[in-house]
């Protein structure tokens, strides 16, 4: 509390200063002769009233003087007395008696004030059946563990005042090695304790107690190291330091100036955040109206295409030449076509029209089909990636030529295909009358515009493969496609994979089809983490663990699934997932695509489709699932574990509300879905192939479908693809409460251990060891039998910890 002086001379004993007018006798004679001059009226200022004299009209009224709040008197004036006194302070302990300066009115009896700000720590105590189980490190003797958190009591856990004070016969080390074993003794009291509260106040807790030894013993070194530096060091890290900050300000001017110039060229196609779109179309560059200067009346000033104004859009348009045989003759020899102003569109708002060139607007092939193309266009001897005039007309006359050899690439394919199977009918009835050998058939010379040729396989699995086998699998990959006629998950989850594999990466691919009941998780996660495996036995549904990345889905009749395939170079997840959207919304369906570029529909944007991807070297596809009339019930039902103590590695899924279109489209079918695809596949990326029907017997004589179906079936895949996780659960039984601690990798039980808060017997403690002895190395959740049968030899309560470790291990 801040002292007055008038305070000070109080606790001194010092008299106050005499006032202001208690001066001499002489200064006392003096009086203020107010007749010799007027008084100035209360309320005017005086400067105006030197101004205007003693003849000062009567305006105090107006010029009232202001009543302002009296300043307090904080010294009290001498009327506060001070007294030396002694005072009792609860902070401490030792009975030390202090006095200080007090006010007098104050209460004797009343506490030290600062002694609030005195809190104490919380101190850990250990018993010895704790230190046994828990605390011992061979580092550490129970009575240096002993002294050291005496030591921290007696001195607030200052470590810096303990490490001085350290005095034990045979100190440990250093003031960092204090500080850890003090606070992992109390996180290990912490973590083996019955806790009251809940779960994040225990995990705040644990968190204040943590320490990392060797991140402080590093920092340390760093910051010594710091203070050795030389001064030439110092210099170079400032030179580098002012290096760094001229690169970064050349980044920071090569981006604006980038940005400017794909702002002027492309506008709205250069993806920049700042080109303005309206409602009625895209604007132009970004003009501030109110710098334009306004017209002059009468003056005729020409609008330009990216900003027209009404009145010129509208007002009659200028008087043009007449054009003459003469001109016209010239205009077609010279490739020139002039555009007059009354083909404009009268709108009073033009479409956004960037600067460009005219070589920049030349067509390009697409990457699926550019090869052929190419091909064709070069034996009529069209050079279409170069014009050397590219006016309008001949871009447009390119264009139409690049789209006529596309319909003869097409066709093309379809007469190799009817080629080839006329060819493979022949062979067949050649090879059923005997006329023909098998080589003569395989001999057969193939066009030079064979499409999306192979290598053939002529053994597979030591057997020779038939003529009609190896044509028709020429002829399948001929296909972009596909929509299965099987319902078998395991068949067209490997023939997915198997298009994905043996297609070429050049060429987009669409796959459509839909499963039996199953639960799908992805190739990264666990699933006794993500689907209710009770729930699964007891309904009969399986589940399958597919190749692609990404969270867990439920498959059924009422959902269809889709994959897109397509070159990794021109892989794009929004750009698929737009393709999906564009087939929900021409079905009537308000869909909109959120940030996990998930198909939402509504305005509470309920997911009715999930995806996953798979990116590999050349190639990559995009597959999800669309809900139409999926059992919504089971599908929450299998997709539930409740399992929040397990940790693991994996990929987690990302629970979503969902919903089926039938909802907002009750008419609406499978078949309504696939060719709503189909059709939004071929506008997007401008094909024109045929639907192809896939059927299982059709396929399952490849070595990959077939040897893929069965491995997906397996335990080694479906299990012991799980990654690393640790599982910590606990129960209460007649005898105590149990903590067990389970650690698997690739379905393999790693370590497993147990703990007791409360404290067991020498027996039980013997038992539980030698089963969780027993339990490592086994697969989890499918344990030998002879476990169960040596804990129930060992004792009933070992019976029962394995009884409960088998149910949640089996859930």
């Known amino acids: ?19 202001s007018g208690s001066g001499s006798g002489a200064q006392q004679a003096k009086k203020p002769q107010t007749a010799e001059r007027a008084r100035k009226p209360e309320g005017i ?26 300043k307090p008197n904080l010294g009290g004036g001498g009327r506060v007395k001070w007294e030396w006194r002694p005072f009792r302070n609860g902070a401490r302990s030792d009975g030390l008696r202090l006095s200080h300066w007090v006010k007098l009115s104050q209460d004797p009896e009343a506490d030290y004030p600062f002694a609030k700000y005195n809190i104490q720590p919380q101190h850990y105590v250990y018993s010895q059946d704790e230190y046994s189980r828990l605390l011992e490190d061979p580092k550490w003797t129970k009575e240096e563990t002993d002294y050291l958190f005496e030591m921290v009591r007696q001195y607030d856990a200052r470590f810096y005042v303990v490490h001085d004070r350290y005095e034990f016969p045979s100190p440990e080390g250093s003031s960092r090695s204090l500080e850890d074993r003090y606070f992992s003794v109390c996180r290990k009291l912490v973590r083996n304790r019955p806790w009251p509260g809940d779960e994040a106040s225990k995990a705040a807790l644990l968190s204040s107690l943590a320490f990392d030894k060797d991140r402080e013993v590093m920092r340390k070194q760093y910051v010594i190291s710091l203070e050795n530096r030389t001064p030439e060091q110092i210099a170079e890290e400032d030179a580098l330091y002012l290096e760094l900050e001229k690169l970064k300000e050349n980044e920071r001017r090569f981006k604006k100036d980038r940005d400017e110039l794909l702002r002027t060229l492309l506008g709205i196609e250069s993806g920049l955040p700042d080109i303005p779109v309206d409602e009625d179309g895209l604007q132009g560059i970004s003009t501030d109206t109110k ?23 509208n007002a009659m348009p200028p008087p043009q030449p007449k054009k ?22 009268s709108s009073s708002k033009a479409p956004h029209s960037p600067v460009h060139l005219r070589s920049t607007k030349i067509p390009q092939l697409k990457q699926a089909t550019a090869q052929r193309i190419a091909q064709v266009l070069n034996e009529v001897g069209v050079v279409h990636n170069r014009l050397v005039m590219p006016t309008r007309d001949n871009i447009a006359r390119l264009e139409a030529v690049i789209h006529d050899a596309g319909i003869v690439v097409e066709k093309k394919k379809v007469l190799d295909k009817l080629d080839q199977d006329i060819r493979t009918m022949k062979a067949r009835l050649a090879a059923l009358r005997g006329e023909a050998t098998e080589e003569d058939a395989g001999s057969v010379p193939q066009t030079p515009m064979e499409v999306e040729e192979g290598p053939e396989e002529s053994v597979v699995d030591g057997r020779a493969q038939s003529v009609l086998s190896t044509k028709s699998t020429r002829s399948r990959k001929q296909h972009s496609i596909y929509v299965s006629e099987s319902t078998n998950p395991y068949f067209n989850l490997t023939f997915e994979d198997w298009l994905f594999r043996h297609k070429s990466p050049e060429q987009p691919l669409l796959l459509l089809y839909r499963d039996q009941p199953c639960v799908v998780i992805g190739r990264n996660q666990n699933p006794w983490k993500e689907v209710n495996l009770l729930a ?71 997911s009715v489709s999930c995806s996953a991807y798979k990116i590999v070297k050349d190639r990559a596809y995009h597959h999800g699932t669309m809900l139409i009339s999926t059992r919504l019930d089971t599908l929450g039902e299998l997709l539930r574990s409740g399992k929040d103590t397990m940790e693991t590695r994996g990929v987690a899924s990302v629970r979503s509300p969902v919903c089926n279109l ?150």
């Open 45 to 70: 200022p005086r400067e105006l009233y030197a101004l205007i004299g003693p003849t000062a009209p009567t305006l105090a009224t107006q010029f009232a003087k202001p009543r302002l709040k009296q």
């Open 324 to 345: 003459t045989a003469k001109s016209a003759a010239y205009d077609a020899l010279h490739c020139i076509h002039r555009y007059s102003d009354a083909q404009t569109s």
């Open 536 to 606: 699964s036995r007891r309904t009969g549904i399986p589940f399958i663990r597919r190749h692609s990345g990404g969270g867990t889905v439920y498959h059924d009749l009422g959902n269809t699934n889709f994959s897109i395939h397509l070159p990794r170079a021109s892989f794009d997840r929004h750009a698929t997932a737009q393709v999906v959207m564009k087939a929900v919304r021409s079905l009537g369906v308000d869909a909109s695509v959120n940030d996990r570029n998930d198909i939402c529909v509504a305005k509470e944007k309920i």
């Open 662 to 811: 039938q909802q907002y489209h009750q008419s609406l079918t499978h078949d309504d879905f696939v060719n709503a695809m189909v059709d939004a596949f071929r506008q997007d990326y401008g094909l024109n192939k045929d639907v192809h029907r896939i059927h299982e017997e059709g396929y399952s004589d490849i070595p990959y479908i077939r040897d893929g179906m069965e491995q997906l079936k397996t335990w080694d895949w479906a299990f012991g693809q799980t990654p690393e996780f640790t599982y910590e659960i606990q129960k209460r039984f007649s005898w105590g409460t149990t903590f067990a601690d389970l650690r698997s990798k690739h379905g393999i039980i790693l370590s497993c251990s147990f703990s007791h808060p409360e404290g067991i017997d020498a027996n039980l403690q013997t038992g539980l060891e030698k089963l969780a002895q027993a339990l490592e190395g086994e697969k989890y959740g499918f344990v030998n039998e002879g476990v169960g049968g040596l804990a129930s030899s060992i004792d009933e309560r070992v019976e029962e910890v394995w009884v409960w470790l088998r149910t949640e291990m089996d859930s």
């Open 291 to 313: 710098k334009k200067k306004k017209a002059v009346a009468g003056s005729v000033e020409p609008q330009t295409p990216i900003t027209p104004s009404a009145s010129s859009s």
């Open 1 to 19: 509390m801040a002292a007055s002086a008038a305070d000070v001379r109080s606790i001194l004993s010092i008299p106050n200063p005499p006032a």
